[in-house]
């Protein structure tokens, strides 16, 4: 970035002082330093899970300004998605009665030799929310929860089953033809238009989610605070521009504390003007008709008869 940095802290410029920014919002005053923790902090705005941020300094700022208090919000959080990602009180999806598949079975066999068969529409699983050591207890089969989002961009319904059309391979998936194929592809596409993906959390409650996607927004703003300016203007004069080489805040020393102002060594009125004597102005103007004109020079200073 070519805007340079006032001797003693601040920017040259609409470019604004992005960690003078935070602090002004409640971040603390080495939030923007290059030091490992604050850099890691920082790093968790744009990427990093629930589980993550809940010991983060930023987050609990971003919280505060958003009328959170911080210690109740993460206790009321755990309190709906657990103590840890691997912990037992994690909620997790157990399966109470296993499904059966649809299809023909052989039900018995015909006189003189033979099977019958009859098509079985087949019933769906039976699920129910709980802890992992609540499923562990009861010695059921269970599977973490989705934590992946997507946000459809009419409704703006939430969901954790991404495409339907699409395979864990990324593949199309579905069609048993070339004809069906093609269709099936369009839909895919469809679906990919009419929805976003959202920022993973790594928990499945859609509540606190969406508390985090807040707090996010609000970092996010301030770190990305000079992004709405027109890359030229972003970026600021430089040397290049001007046929200057290298940096042009350098060439003219605005890098360097300014120099005390310095006493004049002459008295500009007394040695340089006179007053005393005054040229006569030799303009002239035109006078409209039936206006009387105004004695600029003369001795006549009755002014009363030019008042309505």
């Known amino acids: 970035m070519s805007w340079g940095r006032r001797p003693g802290g601040g920017m040259y410029g609409p470019v604004k002082d992005i960690s003078a920014v935070g602090v002004s919002r409640g971040l603390s005053e080495d939030w923007y330093s290059s030091g490992s923790t604050s850099t890691s902090n920082r790093t968790e705005i744009k990427k990093g899970n629930f589980w993550d941020i809940i010991d983060n300094p930023l987050y609990e700022a971003a919280a505060g300004a958003a009328g959170y208090e911080w210690d109740a919000w993460i206790k009321e959080a755990k309190g709906k998605v657990g103590t840890g990602p691997n912990d037992g009180t994690t909620r997790v999806r157990a399966t109470i009665k296993p499904g059966t598949p649809a299809g023909r079975r052989q039900t018995g066999t015909k006189k003189g030799g033979g099977f019958t068969y009859t098509d079985h529409p087949g019933t769906p699983a039976e699920y129910e929310w709980m802890t992992r050591d609540e499923a562990d207890a009861r010695g059921l089969d269970h599977e973490a929860a989705k934590t992946t989002r997507w946000r459809n961009k009419k409704t ?39 929805h976003e993906e959202l920022r993973d959390w790594g928990v499945h409650d859609e509540g606190i989610a969406e508390d985090l996607d807040g707090m996010n927004k609000w970092l996010t703003d301030i770190i990305n605070i000079n992004d709405h300016l027109h890359p030229i203007i972003r970026e600021g004069p430089k040397g290049e521009h001007y ?64 008042k309505e």
Do not use: C
């Not at 059309?165 to 048993?176: I, L, Q």
């Open 156 to 194: 703006g319904k939430v969901t954790s089953e991404g495409n339907p059309y699409m395979g864990d391979d990324g593949s199309t998936v579905g069609g048993n033809n070339i004809f069906a194929h093609m269709q099936i592809k369009k839909l895919r596409k469809k679906w990919d238009e009419e």
């Open 243 to 306: 046929g200057i080489e290298g940096d042009i805040w350098e060439h003219y020393g605005l890098d360097q504390e300014p120099e005390p102002p310095k006493e004049l060594d002459w008295d500009s009125y007394e040695k340089k003007m006179d007053l005393k004597v005054a040229d006569k102005s030799t303009r002239t103007y035109s006078t409209p008709t039936g206006i009387q004109p105004i004695d600029l020079h003369g001795t006549d200073t009755d002014y009363s008869r030019f």
